[in-house]
T-cell receptor, first 114, second 113 residues
């Protein structure tokens, strides 16, 4: 029943490791996003895909690579994790831009790099 | 540089008080302004505003947009402890159908019993 679901909810890993976060939406939306929320609660866009095509790619290190196998899924792979990557990562989706109800967010993945 | 600024950054009130949260913005090709409430996890949608001067209401919450002065306010009347949360303002801007949002830094509201 969950509209936008992310896994895992929590991720604790050591510096230098590679990890992935998965996101799926069952709302029939055509656009999906990854946002990073830092410790000060500031949400910043990282990537956006529209119908599997990358349309927004903000200034994000090359260690971050999104992949969208279909328009209902958007995964985020992170190589060589660093301490500064610790944050909450939110997946979101929308229909035709912001549509009438903005984005629908997933519940977030809290990544802690030690 | 496109930006969204919220004020105050934090606010502590008592139940029953009325609060006003502010959001000002500077973006190219403004499309809409959105308010979200974030408790422990995902931000949840409150309002989307596209036209100036038209108030949107939902229960004790209301919001209005001024596109001339480039700001919006979110009012909460008769606050309850359940209103304690971070309130996020976001602006959709740009051309095409990208749906790109830029968020403000949020206002943390604490409502004491």
């Amino acid at each position: 029943d969950t509209a936008v679901s992310q896994t895992p909810k929590y991720l604790v890993t050591q510096m230098g490791n590679d990890k992935s976060i998965k996101c799926e939406q069952n709302l029939g939306h055509d656009t999906m996003y990854w946002y990073k929320q830092d410790s000060k609660k500031f949400l910043k866009i990282m990537f956006s895909y529209n119908n599997k095509e990358l349309i927004i790619n903000e200034t994000v290190p090359n260690r971050f690579s999104p992949k969208s196998p279909d328009k209902a899924h958007l995964n985020l792979h992170i190589n060589s994790l660093e301490l500064g990557d610790s944050a909450v990562y939110f997946c979101a989706s929308s229909y035709r831009g912001t549509g009438n109800n903005g984005y629908t967010f997933g519940s977030g993945t809290r990544l802690t790099v030690v | 540089e496109d930006k969204v600024v919220q004020s105050p950054l934090s606010l502590v009130v008592h139940e029953g008080d009325t609060v006003t949260l502010n959001c000002s913005y500077e973006v190219t090709n403004f499309r809409s302004l959105l308010w979200y409430k974030q408790e422990k996890k995902a931000p949840t949608f409150l309002f989307m505003l596209t036209s100036s001067g038209i108030e949107k209401k939902s229960g004790r919450l209301s919001s209005i947009l001024d596109k001339k002065e480039l700001f919006s306010i979110l009012n909460i009347t008769a606050t309850q402890t359940g209103d304690s949360a971070v309130y996020l303002c976001a602006v959709a801007f740009g051309s095409g159908n990208t749906g790109k949002l830029i968020f403000g830094q949020g206002t943390t509201l604490q409502v004491k019993p």
